[in-house]
C-alpha cells in the first residue's frame, strides 16, 4: 500500500507539472514519516486530506493559483498570492456525467463550476 501511495503521489505531480524538488522532496517525506508512524494514512485515498496543513497549502497554491489567475472572472484585478491560495483551499473536485443539469433553476447559487 504504501508504496501504491508513493507512486499515486509521483503520478500526481508529473501530471501536475510539479517540478518544485523542494515541495516534492517534503511531500515524499511526510508520506514516508506517516506510514511509519500512523497507521491511518496507510489506507490513504486523498493526497490533499492526508498532508498537513502547510503541505496543502503550498500544493494547492502549486497546482491552481496559475489557472485561477487566467479564468475571465479575475481578468484585469490586481489580486494577492493570498486570495488565489485561499480559493484553491477552497476548491473540491466533482465529476458529473456529459448533459448532466448540476444548476437548478431558481435555487440560491453557492458554488462556481470550473
Not at 52 to 71: D, Y
Request: glycine share 4%.
Amino acid at each position: 500500500a504504501f508504496y501504491e501511495n508513493m507512486d499515486r503521489l509521483n503520478r500526481f505531480l508529473g501530471d501536475k507539472d510539479i517540478r518544485d524538488p523542494e515541495l516534492c522532496s517534503n511531500l515524499r517525506l511526510f508520506f514516508r514519516y506517516a506510514y511509519s508512524h500512523n497507521s491511518s494514512t496507510r489506507n490513504m485515498s486523498n493526497i490533499f486530506t492526508t498532508i498537513s496543513p502547510h503541505l496543502r497549502s503550498q500544493l494547492a497554491f502549486r497546482v491552481h493559483s496559475s489557472w485561477l489567475a487566467k479564468m475571465e472572472l479575475f481578468k484585469g484585478m490586481n489580486l494577492s498570492p493570498g486570495f488565489y491560495l485561499a480559493l484553491a483551499l477552497k476548491l473540491e473536485v466533482g465529476m458529473f456525467a456529459p448533459l448532466e443539469q448540476i444548476i437548478e433553476p431558481h435555487h440560491p447559487r453557492q458554488k462556481i463550476f470550473v
